[in-house]
Nanobody, 127 residues
Framework: QLQLVESGGGLVQPGGSLRLSCAASGFTLDYYAIGWIRQAPGKEREGVSCISSSGGSTNYADSVKGRFSISRNNAKNTVYLQMNSLKPEDTAVYYC????????????????????WGQGTQVTVSS
C-alpha cells in the first residue's frame, strides 16, 4: 500500500518549535518532490513549503519564511519540516504530499497537484 504518514504535531506555546516528519511506505521518495500544505478551520489550504526530489531546491510561503525549514533524508525515505518561532496563526492541520518530477523540480505552492497525500497532523500553537 502506497502511503505518506505525517507525525510530530502537537500543542506548543507561542515561540516554541516542532519538527514534522513525513514518511513514505510502499514507494521510494527518491523521485518525488514533497510539499507541506496546511489548512486551518474555516480557511483555505495554504502551501507552506516544497522541496525537490534531490533536496537542492526549496521554496517557502512568505508567512513562514525565516521560521520554517524543509529538508529530506532519502535514505530514510522521510521529509521534515522544522518549525521555529511558532505563532498562533500557524495552528492548522499539516499535510505532506508527493509529486513525481525531475530532480530540480519544485511544485508551485498554490498548485496542490500531488500524486499522494498523507492524512495530516494537527499543530496547535496556544498559551
Amino acid at each position: 500500500q502506497l502511503q505518506l504518514v505525517e507525525s510530530g504535531g502537537g500543542l506548543v506555546q507561542p515561540g516554541g518549535s516542532l519538527r514534522l516528519s513525513c514518511a513514505a511506505s510502499g514507494f521510494t521518495l527518491d523521485y518525488y518532490a514533497i510539499g507541506w500544505i496546511r489548512q486551518a478551520p474555516g480557511k483555505e489550504r495554504e502551501g507552506v513549503s516544497c522541496i525537490s526530489s534531490s533536496g537542492g531546491s526549496t521554496n517557502y510561503a512568505d508567512s513562514v519564511k525565516g521560521r520554517f525549514s524543509i529538508s529530506r533524508n532519502n535514505a530514510k525515505n522521510t521529509v521534515y519540516l522544522q518549525m521555529n518561532s511558532l505563532k498562533p496563526e500557524d495552528t492548522a492541520v499539516y499535510y505532506c504530499a508527493a509529486q513525481k518530477g525531475e530532480s530540480w523540480y519544485v511544485p508551485d505552492l498554490g498548485s496542490f497537484e500531488y500524486d499522494y497525500w498523507g492524512q495530516g497532523t494537527q499543530v496547535t500553537v496556544s498559551s
